[in-house]
């Protein structure tokens, strides 16, 4: 099991930027894919972006692409969400999930179902 940290939430106004980082485990040598997901009140949780830890294209939800990027530093076993042009609908608790599935149809990498171990979350909030 892969013990996940996210960090760097806050409140920005709209068109803002934030950068949110995830600390994981060294038990990290398993994992295939890490990816940001977020959840809004009431709605469900929803994929934004994920990285495969073994080479390949990142993949981001439509609602985000060319705002957000998703990095990752594995000598720091760290996973980070660099955040722009933030709009009002972004608001939502972002999780950080870590997933030991192996290679999936890249679709299946922004779906919950893969990803075995998840941080606490880090609440975004973006005024208008």
């Known amino acids: 099991q892969v013990h996940l940290v996210e960090s760097g939430g806050g409140s920005v106004q709209a068109g803002g930027s934030l950068r949110l980082s995830c600390a994981a485990s060294?038990?990290?040598?398993?994992?295939?894919?890490m990816a940001w997901f977020r959840q809004a009140p009431g709605k469900e949780r929803e994929g934004v972006a994920s990285?495969?830890?073994?080479?390949?294209?990142?993949i981001y939800a439509d609602s985000v692409k060319g705002r957000f990027n998703i990095s990752r530093d594995s000598a720091q076993n760290t996973l980070f969400l660099q955040m722009s042009s933030l709009r009002p609908e972004d608001t939502a608790m972002y999780y950080c999930?870590?997933?030991?599935?192996?290679?999936?149809?890249?679709?299946?990498?922004?779906?919950?179902?893969?990803?075995?171990?998840w941080g606490q979350g880090t609440q975004v909030t973006v005024s208008s």
């Open positions: 999930a870590a997933a030991a599935s192996g290679w999936v149809p890249p679709p299946a990498a922004l779906s919950t179902e893969i990803y075995n171990d």
């Open positions: 060294e038990n990290t040598r398993n994992i295939y894919y």
């Open positions: 990285i495969p830890t073994r080479g390949g294209p990142e």
